[in-house]
């Protein structure tokens, strides 16, 4: 069974920095992203990353965050640098493998003054 744990959210002040860790019960080869949902809004995607470290990331975030992974800890990573008061939502780490999704339960990322 998938288990896919958040971790690293908290409040921190505008500029300030985030690391997001999402630690995978199962193998880690498979396409990672990192999705955020503020509240009244959508769900929408951050970044992804493939097994072969392939990244894509939202233009939102574009030069400030970066996803990576390091496939011995069954880990991936979202640095997120320059914290804006518009990056507060609950971030998701979401898992895709054979056609299947799996969602971790969340972590509150709170930026603000």
């Known amino acids: 069974q998938v ?6 959210g908290g ?5 300030e920095s985030l690391r997001l860790s999402c630690v995978d019960s ?3 080869f498979s396409i990672y992203a990192w999705y955020r949902q503020a509240p009244g809004k ?3 995607l951050v970044a992804s990353i493939t097994s072969g470290s392939i990244t894509n990331y939202a233009d939102s975030v574009k030069g400030r965050f970066t996803i990576s992974r390091d496939n ?5 990573y979202l640095q997120m640098n320059s914290l ?3 990056d507060t939502a609950v971030y998701y780490c979401k898992k895709v493998v054979w056609g299947s999704a799996y969602w971790g339960q969340g972590t509150q990322v709170t930026v603000s003054s």
């Open 3 to 8: 288990q896919l744990v958040e971790s690293g």
């Open 11 to 15: 409040l921190v002040q505008p500029g």
């Open 26 to 28: 199962g193998s880690i």
């Open 42 to 44: 959508q769900r929408e």
């Open 72 to 76: 011995a800890k069954n880990t991936v």
């Open 84 to 86: 804006k008061p518009e």
